[in-house]
């Protein structure tokens, strides 16, 4: 596939993803989860296109997961600190793969569920399995058409990717430094 032709693509992989995503939120009364959840499937587009679907598909399953502390914390200040200074310090850690500028739009799709949650501070419990359902499904179908429509070329980026860049040490102390921040 020539790189006109891969970029051509890949626009219209986002287009889709998009739309779909809109689609997924109505069907399942999250219409107000639309900006959040197109974030997110930005963040699974950009992990999927430098990392691969197996990546990809681990970070829409731990923005799912960290989507019910986010939300239950949206009305307790320290809580939502405590989600987003653990998430911070992992973003941090990743710095040891030098990874952190691949997982960060991840990482604003919490904050942004945290600090501008789509759903009402009293949420209820299917409310919330509606927000996890919409995270998981619509971030599962970007990453099966990126890794159908546009497959990565042989071996690319899987090892050099995850070549160790930084000491744990050094990893410790920026991670520490984006979860005091925080």
């Not at 731990?62 to 200040?77: E, H, N, R, Y």
């Not at 992992?90 to 710095?95: D, I, R």
């Not at 090892?159 to 921040?181: E, I, K, N, Q």
Request: charged share 10%.
């Amino acid at each position: 596939m020539t790189a006109r032709t891969r970029a051509v693509v890949l626009v219209l992989v986002v287009v889709l993803c998009l739309v779909l995503t809109d689609q997924i939120a109505r069907g399942l009364g999250i219409e107000r989860a639309v900006g959040l959840l197109s974030v997110a499937n930005l963040a699974t587009l950009v992990i999927g296109i430098k990392l691969g679907w197996r990546q990809s598909l681990l970070g829409v399953g731990s923005l799912a997961v960290l989507t019910i502390p986010a939300v239950l914390s949206q009305s307790d200040p320290v809580a939502g600190t405590v989600v987003m200074t653990l998430t911070a310090l992992a973003l941090g850690l990743s710095a040891r793969w030098q990874l952190q500028p691949v997982y960060w739009l991840m990482v604003v799709s919490l904050c942004l569920l945290i600090t501008n949650s789509p759903l009402a501070a009293t949420a209820t419990t299917a409310e919330l399995a509606r927000l996890v359902l919409g995270v998981l499904a619509s971030g599962s179908l970007t990453t099966l058409l990126l890794s159908k429509l546009l497959p990565r070329p042989d071996g690319a980026g899987t090892p050099a990717a995850f070549a160790v860049a930084h000491s744990w040490r050094r990893a410790l102390a920026y991670g520490s430094l984006l979860a005091a921040t925080t």
